[in-house]
């Protein structure tokens, strides 16, 4: 299955339902091993509130999961339940011995703080590596799980022959899911990072002075065509975060699914691009499974 193609500019096109794919499989392959060892990986997801997106996404991981042999099971409170309350269901939940691994699906209501609920996932079981104690694990170089997004923009660099060793790497956006993340993996003293990594963000000045230097430019800055064709070097690798839903009279739904690239212009210029919709969000999901099968895995050491 091919995971590059050309782009109408001269940009190859990377396609993240491919790797994506290829990720998938060998999933299933490490569960099946597993269920020799009489081991059935089990992810939790907790959800609060009625956001449609994040039902939906819970309802795609369910069902991506169950494709790869992970068994999965959501539990959905109202967004009345209390701070408390929720993170005693987390508790109980990790108790549940048929479950290795938790994701609480953000955004939250209003009424909870998403940084005590996050924090009180236990972090042996924190799929996603979103707890202080694995992000701080993470920037240390020590083992822990890597959060899916930046998980998978780094699989997507290696599997298109795009290794991040000694390029500059030029990150814009510090989210802590994402930005920062990606910058602490990348810099990492190992064969599969060891990059040069600068992190832009609002308050950077000049932007373009950055972005043109990367070798490798990853865009997650949640602003529709935020990095233009003269903001790219000529033959770098463009990765683009973001996920951004704008007015389309012309589709059924009103609106389209773009990210903070502008992809028609910049593809004109870089040596390979990944596309909204198709792109990176697929590998989320994937590296989440992945995360999952290795928490499992860690039980049988």
Request: proline share 8%; hydrophobic share 45%; with cysteine.
């Amino acid at each position: 299955m091919p995971v590059l193609s050309e782009a109408e500019g001269s940009a190859q096109i990377i396609d993240g339902r491919a790797i994506a794919a290829q990720v998938r499989a060998e999933v299933a392959e490490r569960a099946r091993k597993l269920a020799e060892h009489g081991v059935i990986p089990g992810l939790a997801f907790v959800l609060a509130g009625e956001n449609p997106s994040s039902i939906s996404y819970v309802r795609s991981k369910g069902d991506a999961a169950e494709d790869a042999g992970i068994f999965s099971e959501t539990f959905h409170f109202s967004d009345s339940i209390s701070q408390e309350q929720l993170i005693s269901r987390i508790i109980d939940v990790e108790e549940d011995s048929r479950f290795h691994a938790v994701l609480v699906q953000l955004p939250l209501p209003p009424n909870l703080d998403e940084s005590a609920v996050v924090n009180a996932i236990d972090p042996t079981m924190d799929v996603d590596g979103i707890t202080a104690v694995n992000l701080g694990r993470l920037l240390r170089g020590e083992p822990c799980p890597h959060p899916a997004t930046p998980a998978g923009v780094v699989e997507l660099l290696h599997r298109t022959g795009n290794p991040p060793e000694g390029k500059h790497v030029v990150v814009c956006g510090r989210s802590n899911i994402v930005g920062k993340p990606l910058a602490a993996i990348l810099m990492q003293k190992n064969p599969r990072a060891n990059a040069t990594v600068t992190i832009c963000h609002t308050a950077t000045p000049n932007l373009a002075d950055f972005t043109r230097q990367a070798d490798i430019l990853v865009a997650a800055m949640g602003s529709p065509a935020a990095i233009t064709a003269d903001m790219v070097k000529p033959g770098a690798v463009v990765i683009d975060v973001g996920n951004n839903w704008v007015p389309d009279p012309s589709r059924k739904s009103g609106r389209r699914l773009v990210g903070d690239v502008d992809f028609e212009g910049v593809s004109a210029v870089a040596g390979a691009i990944t596309p909204v919709p198709g792109g990176v969000g697929p590998m989320t999901v994937a590296m989440l499974l992945s995360n999952t099968v290795a928490l499992a895995e860690s039980s049988l050491a």
